[in-house]
């Protein structure tokens, strides 16, 4: 089986670029951030507590988190209830990055993300795909862009939704998760020692693809 791990900050373009480039290769795109973000939803719906390791463990036992492929396309399962259109608000976001610092929930999820792996070749973004889950990926990217451009992107994401948002309060949570997502004891974001760092400031969707595919090329 082949594997891409790509790596990388909020609003980098890595769920973007990760779609284009498994749909070209004929690979399954895995979204890890959702696994981290249907905990972080079930934890909200039950108000238990993100940051008591106890209560999130307690939650967890006999708790089912899939990921299932229709059509090639992801859709995560709590408990057997597709919750995939209610783990895209920014209070999911928060509770995700919170939830995703417990050793317990990173290790409850690592396994299942191996798996999906194993029987299937993939485009997997992520935070420590390359660092922890697939260590021995075909390539590994960590895939960038300064703050003030990622929450640009997000802030007009949310605004092509329909939603309301406030570029300021867009830009103080991604400051704040970039800080959490880095400095927490388990599987921090960081680039993996080997590695590829793009960096897509001031680069379109094109400009960015066409560099993934000269790291990617002839290594899968
Ligand atoms: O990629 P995302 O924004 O959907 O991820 C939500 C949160 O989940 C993010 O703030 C950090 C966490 N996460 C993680 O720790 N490890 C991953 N492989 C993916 C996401």
New binding site residues.
């Given amino acids: 089986m082949k594997a891409i791990a790509l790596?990388g900050p909020?609003g980098a373009g890595?769920?973007t670029m990760a779609k284009l480039l498994a749909k070209e290769l004929g690979y399954i795109y895995v979204?890890?951030?959702?696994?981290?973000?249907a905990i972080a939803y079930y934890a909200l719906t039950r108000s238990a507590d993100m940051h008591d390791e106890k209560a999130v463990t307690a939650m967890l036992a006999g708790t089912q988190i899939e990921l299932r492929f229709v059509d090639r396309e992801q859709r995560v399962f709590l408990n057997g209830v597709d919750v995939s259109g209610k783990i895209r608000t920014e209070a999911v976001?928060m509770a995700?990055?919170a939830v995703?610092a417990l050793p317990a929930v990173?290790a409850f999820l690592l396994q299942l993300q191996r798996d999906i792996a194993a029987k299937n070749d993939v485009v997997m973004?992520?935070?420590?795909?390359g660092t922890v889950?697939l260590p021995n990926a075909d390539v590994k990217i960590f895939l960038t862009a300064s703050v003030q451009e990622r929450a640009r992107r997000r802030y007009e994401e949310l605004i092509a939704k329909g939603m309301t948002a406030d570029y300021d309060e867009v830009l103080a949570d991604m400051e704040k998760?970039d800080f959490?997502?880095s400095n927490r004891a388990v599987?921090p974001?960081k680039p993996a020692e080997d590695s590829v760092t793009v960096d897509t400031t001031g680069l379109d969707m094109e400009q960015s693809i066409e560099r993934l595919k000269v790291v990617i090329n002839g290594r899968v």
Avoid: F
């Avoid at 979204?31 to 973000?37: S, W």
């Fill in positions: 790596d909020a890595k769920s979204d890890t951030g959702a696994l981290y973000r976001s995700a990055s995703s990173r973004d992520g935070r420590d795909i889950v998760r959490d997502d599987a974001l």
